[in-house]
């Protein structure tokens, strides 16, 4: 497959999941959504937060600009550490609900 074809698939993949990610964390930060499962805060500020940070990250690999692999890396290496601090809490018995470690699981 053409390398230009692949990043127009993953920068196309990249902003929708993080448009996702921004529109039901807002919801969620909001009140406006409620869940069903324990809600851990700084959690979903972080993806939120990296929702936007996808949006950047996927117009850039969609352009495909010089640094798109490095921006894709930083993002990939923030959602594993991030992944391991929610998968040692839940493991251990803390507040994260197994929906999180899903969702992280999914986003990386």
Do not use: C, D
Not at 32 to 59: A, C, D, H, K, R
Not at 77 to 103: M, P
């Amino acid at each position: 497959m053409n390398k230009t074809i692949f990043n127009k698939i993953a920068a196309s993949v990249a902003v929708v999941f993080s448009v996702l990610s921004i529109i039901e964390g807002t919801k969620v930060l909001l009140g406006i959504s409620q869940t069903e499962y324990i809600v851990l805060t700084p959690l979903l500020i972080y993806n939120v937060g990296m929702g936007f940070i996808g949006v950047f990250v996927g117009v850039v690999l969609w352009r495909n600009h010089a640094r798109s692999l490095m921006f894709t890396l930083m993002v990939a290496a923030a959602h594993l550490f991030v992944l391991i601090v929610v998968g040692v809490l839940y493991i251990s018995g803390g507040v994260v609900a197994e929906h999180s470690v899903q969702a992280m699981g999914i986003g990386l």
